[in-house]
């Protein structure tokens, strides 16, 4: 049985999803490079609550992507990748840097938009 919102309710929340991954992930440019952060590397910098508060929001693009009908295998995908990025995250330095490159909720938006895509194909462009 499916959770799947109908095709605009699903752009709408895809769209806020991404934007919310841009802020976690690539909101802000390091000057003079294409390195982007987020505050995700921003608060991993707080040792030992920092990543903690960001899996917070992590843990609601899983949600959204359960309730937008997601896969079982797209969740464990993107359990995986939150996962991995709480667990490196905590580690001091290179957990910091490691946050800066991997991305893990932009990636995961990325999956779930995939998913969308495959089933519904008014969703793609959002």
């Keep these: 049985m ?11 929340m895809l ?12 909101k802000f440019r390091v000057p003079g490079t294409s390195i ?6 921003i608060l991993g910098l707080i040792p030992g609550v ?19 009908g997601a896969r079982k295998r797209t969740m464990t995908k993107m359990a ?10 905590a580690i001091p330095v290179v957990g910091d840097l490691f946050d800066v ?6 990636r995961n938006v990325a999956l779930l938009r995939r998913e969308l895509e495959r089933d519904d194909p008014q969703v793609r462009g959002v």
């Design 50 to 68: 920092g990543d903690l508060v960001t899996a917070g929001p992590a843990a609601y693009l899983l949600y959204r992507g359960y309730q937008m």
């Design 101 to 106: 490159f991997f991305k893990a909720n932009r």
């Design 36 to 41: 982007r952060f987020g505050l995700d590397g």
């Design 15 to 26: 769209q806020d999803l991404d934007r919310l991954s841009t802020l976690l992930d690539s």
């Design 80 to 89: 995986v990748n939150a996962g991995i990025d709480l667990t490196v995250g």
């Design 2 to 12: 499916t959770t799947a919102r109908p095709a605009p309710d699903r752009q709408k």
